[in-house]
């Protein structure tokens, strides 16, 4: 039989009406470790939520790999590169890879009667996936895009309508400059997103691949470039390095440089903002396990104060000191484990409520979400609940020798 689990079982369940003192102190132990297991479970399922959530946003605008001109990619200019059916075959082939767009872009102005806007116009074509704007579309609907004819029609951002005073259906003329000369093309508005990433919602609008192309003066078979979409974006630099291998420093057959980029390069400012939020994570979860150490301390040291008769006893009847210890050892851990069970159930209901409801609201224009993110993580809170057992017993270590140093005959002092 274990004899310290057999005496700190005992001592646990006991309900002595002299322990005035002690069961306080084990409830407010309790609540510590409670109130910070819960804290931490929340705190990083807003992260994991943020992060993901903010990632995707920015992916959706841009995939996870972008291929274009060397010095599209790396300056200032819209040269294009070729990307015929044997290029994009090139791409798909490469392993990691689950889709492949083209893509090209073409500044221009939106006019109206009242306002004008300049804006970029994203050509796509039928293989681009809408999923992320349909998921973002606030009204219309999304146009079929071609890269064999234009449909003359537009999807703009929210931003944009506002600013224009425009809505689904509206039509709105465009003007692109090039070449010495200023081209007219009349769209209508097929449909408004919205994101709330400001800065490309202030900016991108989408339209058909052919119709970019054309007014780039380029050749049917030419794009800004393509997006790569990888299966898992934590191997996306793996990937990145099969592209470089195969891709990168090779030329098209106008003379164009291939080159890659991913989205964390081509959106430093994003992806280091979002990197700084683990920093605020781990400040948190250190204050957390300091708040539930320093009760579990202190409610410790009452309970051994008040047990030192007890201590007595078990030492007078020849109890080691390490049985005493461990005793004490076994006591703590059934008090962390009923604040770490209360804990997890507080922390996983409040994830579940905003999950839910939506209750907590954000300011869009500064989070760029306008509720706060949760993602539940098994493995992270699995890792919680390790570490703060793990913790919190180890800080209980010094103060459990306290027990071990009281002595038989002193003891009689606190009868």
Not at 227 to 246: P, Q, R, Y
Not at 264 to 281: A, E, G, H, K, Y
Not at 287 to 302: K, R, W
Request: net charge positive.
């Amino acid at each position: 039989m274990n004899l310290p689990l057999f005496i700190a079982k005992r001592i646990y369940s006991a309900n002595d009406s002299r322990q005035k003192v002690s069961r306080p102190a084990i409830r407010i132990a309790v609540a510590g470790v409670a109130i910070g297991l819960a804290v931490m479970i929340v705190s990083v399922s807003i992260v994991f939520g943020f992060k993901h959530t903010i990632r995707d946003k920015v992916v959706g605008f841009g995939s996870h790999i972008t291929v274009g001109s060397y010095n599209s990619l790396h300056g200032r200019s819209n040269d294009p590169v070729c990307m015929s059916d044997s290029m994009m075959r090139t791409l798909r082939s490469i392993g990691g890879v689950t889709h492949v767009q083209r893509y090209a872009m073409k500044q221009g102005i939106l006019k109206t009667d009242s306002d004008f806007l300049g804006v970029a116009f994203k050509g796509v074509a039928a293989e681009y996936d809408t999923t992320f704007i349909h998921d973002n579309l606030r009204s219309g609907s999304i146009l079929a895009f071609n890269d064999s004819v234009s449909r003359g029609k537009i999807l703009i951002s929210k931003i944009m309508a506002d600013r224009l005073r425009l809505k689904t259906g509206d039509r709105v003329f465009a003007y692109f400059l090039g070449d010495g000369d200023v081209r007219v093309r009349r769209f209508t508005v097929a449909g408004i997103y919205q994101t709330n990433l400001s800065q490309f919602d202030k900016l991108l609008c989408f339209t058909d691949l052919y119709t970019a192309v054309r007014l780039n003066g380029w050749e049917p078979d030419q794009a800004s470039g393509a997006e790569v979409t990888v299966s898992d974006f934590d191997s996306l630099d793996i990937v990145e390095n099969s592209f470089i291998a195969k891709v990168n420093r090779t030329t098209d057959k106008y003379g164009e440089t291939y080159s890659t980029e991913t989205i964390q390069r081509l959106n430093p400012q994003i992806f280091t903002w979002l990197d700084l939020l683990d920093l605020n994570v781990w400040i948190i979860l250190a204050l957390m396990l300091c708040v539930a150490g320093f009760t579990m301390i202190s409610g410790l040291l009452i309970i051994i104060l008040e047990r030192t008769s007890m201590i007595g006893v078990l030492k007078a009847l020849g109890a080691r000191n390490s049985t005493v210890r461990k005793t004490f050892l076994w006591f703590a851990v059934f008090i962390i484990g009923k604040g770490m069970l209360i804990g997890n159930v507080v922390g996983l209901g409040l994830i579940l409520l905003q999950k839910l409801t939506g209750i907590v609201k954000l300011d869009a224009a500064t989070y760029y979400v306008d509720i706060v993110p949760v993602e539940f993580n098994l493995l992270a809170l699995l890792l919680l609940n390790a570490a703060t057992l793990i913790v919190s017993v180890f800080v209980l270590i010094a103060p459990s020798f306290l027990a071990s140093k009281v002595h038989p005959a002193k003891s009689m002092r606190y009868e």
